[in-house]
Each structure stands twice: as structure tokens, then as C-alpha cells.
DNA sequence: AACCAGGGAAGAT
DNA sequence: ATCTTCCATGGT
């Protein structure tokens, strides 16, 4: 069964349903342009934004452009039926019962890009911290907050400035994979490949592995035949088969041919279960 | 002090 | 092709 919500003008009403939770989909790892209020949560993708309220009846999104957050959030996609054909597995069973309102946001590609390469291992505090600090200096000035740059403004950034705000060794990999998206590379090739051909595609750029390309094509380019495999996920897989000795490509294409065209909303349930739970 | 964080590049085998 | 080492930074 799909989503029950409601569009009035900018604001968007989704009525209680353990198939939608904000707190659950902000936080699970997908997204860092997003802060706590007092009543709910900020959310900014690109150069938009939406206020979100917990009420007592469901959520109010409060935002520039109803239709650009109905779809980010995939208020039309049917997670009810996904998550009962995942529960079919028992690895899944608990982590989706943990974790049911979580929704994967149809993120900007290039947003998803540049956050991504920032995340290799680095922690979520600090990416957030430096993703905050390029729009603050390169991005558009908006209601309040600074817009995610675009792909002219990312190109105008020196490398040094990268290094200033603390990127580490990402500097390099940022300012590489900026000049080639903007020139040559061209984004709009994935759509016709495979989510394994375009892994390989997004390698071409400095700093994207197998795990970032993975990542980049969840979020970006909604492809779900994918599954990012990361320290947390690997230690989930431990859980599963203790002792045992896979790589992280090895994990990744096993839940690969486990869960299929659903990989993706899988990864996500285990990732969030196993980081909140942390044990 | 040593280890970890949503890993990946480069060089050695 | 697979295995090591090194890579900045900040927190524990």
C-alpha cells in the first residue's frame, strides 16, 4: 500500500504510518545536509529547503517546492511491500522492524558525488562539518541557509581551499573530480548501464572506489541492485558469519545476490540497525 | 598511545 | 588480479 499524503500549496502532510519516519531517514547515513529544531528537523538538497514539524498526528513538511520534496523523500514509492519481501530473510528481519520508516532520498547526483568523496574514512560529524563549509563559501545565499554550489561554482574552488577547511588528503580527489565532471565526464551516461558497468565508471574519477560508486548510485541515481559495503556493514556481516575473512567486495556482491533489485533498501536498514545499535 | 571513522590510490607481489 | 602501505584529521 502506497503513502497517504497530502499536498496543500508548500506544505506536504504525512499522516502517522510506520512506513515514513524522519528522525529514522535523516539519520541513517544517506544524507548530512540536515539539522535538528526544536520541533522536527532543516533539510536542504540543492538550493532547496523544507522545514519538517512532528505533530501528534503525522509530519508537515513545510518547504519552496512541494513537488521537488515529494519526490525526494519517495512519498510515492511503496515501502510497506518492499519491506515485507525483505523480511522473507532472516538477517533482515530485525533491522527492518528497527528501522521501518526509514526512505531512501532521491538525492542531486553531483550533491551525492562531492558528499560521498568527503565521507571515505571519515566520520559523519565531520563531513557534515566540511559539506557545511563549502556552501557557506560557495554556494548561493538562500532564505537562510547556503544552496549546495553548482557544478560552475564547485569548478571556481581552489584546491587549497579544500585543504584550508580540513578535507585532509580528500583535497585532491575533490579537485580532480571536479575538473573531469566538467569535463568529459559525462553523468548522463549511467542511465544506460548497468549499475555494475557505471560502478566502474564512477572509478574513473580520483577518490570514487567501489564503495563510494555504490553509494553515488544509491543516492544519486536510485539505482537499488547495489550495496555499499563500509566498516559498519562489514561488521553486521560478521555478526552473520563471525570469523570470517571476506572482503568488502566479497560482502558486497554476496547481499548483492541475496537481496537483488532490493539490495539497496537493504543496506540501509542494516546499515542504520547496526550504527544506532553499535554493538 | 593506539585505534577508528560510510575507503581508495599507488606500489609490490 | 590480489595484498600492503600510506594517506589528513579529529575524536575516543
Redesign the pocket.
Given at each position: 500500500m502506497a503513502l497517504n499524503y497530502t499536498v496543500l500549496g508548500n506544505e506536504i502532510f504525512i499522516p502517522n504510518t510506520p512506513d515514513f519516519d524522519v528522525k529514522q531517514t535523516l539519520e541513517?547515513?544517506?544524507v548530512f545536509r540536515f539539522k535538528p529544531t526544536l520541533f522536527g528537523y532543516e533539510v536542504y538538497s540543492l538550493n532547496h529547503k523544507a522545514q519538517i514539524i512532528c505533530q501528534k498526528e503525522g509530519t508537515k513538511l513545510i518547504c519552496d517546492n512541494a513537488k521537488y520534496f515529494v519526490n525526494y523523500f519517495d512519498l510515492d514509492k511503496d515501502y510497506a511491500t518492499i519491506k515485507q519481501e525483505l523480511s522473507k530473510n532472516s538477517i533482515l528481519e530485525d533491522a527492518i522492524s528497527f528501522g521501518e520508516g526509514i526512505r531512501i532520498l532521491k538525492q542531486d547526483p553531483i550533491e551525492t558525488i562531492i558528499s560521498?568523496l568527503i565521507?571515505?574514512?571519515?566520520?559523519?560529524?565531520?563531513?557534515k562539518k566540511i559539506i557545511e563549509s563549502i556552501c557557506e563559501t560557495y554556494g548561493e545565499k538562500c532564505d537562510g541557509y547556503f544552496a549546495f554550489p553548482t557544478l560552475n561554482e564547485l569548478s571556481k574552488i581552489p584546491k587549497q581551499f579544500f585543504?584550508e577547511i580540513?578535507?585532509?588528503?580528500?583535497?585532491?580527489?575533490l579537485f580532480s573530480s571536479i575538473q573531469k565532471l566538467c569535463n568529459g565526464f559525462d553523468l548522463k551516461l549511467i542511465n544506460s548501464m548497468t549499475s555494475n558497468e557505471a560502478n566502474k565508471y564512477l572509478?574513473e574519477?580520483?577518490?570514487?572506489?567501489?564503495?563510494?560508486?555504490?553509494?553515488i548510485l544509491?543516492?544519486g541515481f536510485y539505482k537499488t541492485d547495489v550495496?555499499?559495503?563500509?566498516?559498519?556493514?562489514r561488521?553486521v556481516y560478521l555478526d552473520f558469519y563471525p570469523n570470517s575473512n571476506k572482503?568488502?567486495?566479497q560482502v558486497r556482491n554476496e547481499f548483492v545476490n541475496m537481496f537483488g533489485n532490493l539490495s539497496g533498501y537493504a543496506?540501509?536498514y542494516l546499515?542504520?540497525s547496526k550504527?544506532e545499535k553499535n554493538n
Open positions: 541513517c547515513g544517506q560521498f565521507s571515505q574514512n571519515n566520520n559523519i560529524p565531520r563531513i585543504t580540513k578535507c585532509g588528503y580528500r583535497d585532491e580527489y572509478t574519477l580520483k577518490g570514487v572506489g567501489n564503495k563510494v560508486a555504490d553509494c544509491l543516492y550495496f555499499p559495503t563500509d566498516t559498519w556493514i561488521k572482503t568488502a567486495i543496506q540501509q546499515f542504520y550504527r
